[in-house]
């Protein structure tokens, strides 16, 4: 067993606590209604995909270093 798969386990297991605690919260028994329990799997797609979204955007802000200014590395203006 990798330590990434270990680390992702682990994640895996608190996020199945916290939405243990969320379910007693709302008084509601697992396993959920069909209902909720799709709207909960969206979420999860959603939230997955806006963090990769977000994380792409962050990473792309940063300008690569240039070791030639602008104008000269273009091809039309040779």
């Keep these: 067993m990798n330590a990434s798969f270990a680390r992702a386990a682990a994640y895996s297991f608190a996020a199945g ?3 243990g605690a969320v379910y007693w919260a709302m008084d509601v ?4 209604p069909p209902l909720l329990g799709l709207t909960g799997l ?3 797609v ?3 995909r806006a963090a990769a ?3 792409s955007r962050l ?3 940063t300008p690569p270093h240039r070791t030639t200014p602008p104008h ?3 091809a039309h203006d040779r």
């Excluded at 028994?29 to 959920?32: F, G, R």
């Design 59 to 61: 990473d792309g802000r």
């Design 46 to 48: 959603v939230g997955e």
């Design 53 to 55: 979204a977000i994380r």
């Design 29 to 32: 028994q697992s396993p959920a």
């Design 17 to 19: 606590l916290l939405m």
């Design 42 to 44: 969206f979420g999860i």
């Design 72 to 74: 000269e590395d273009t």
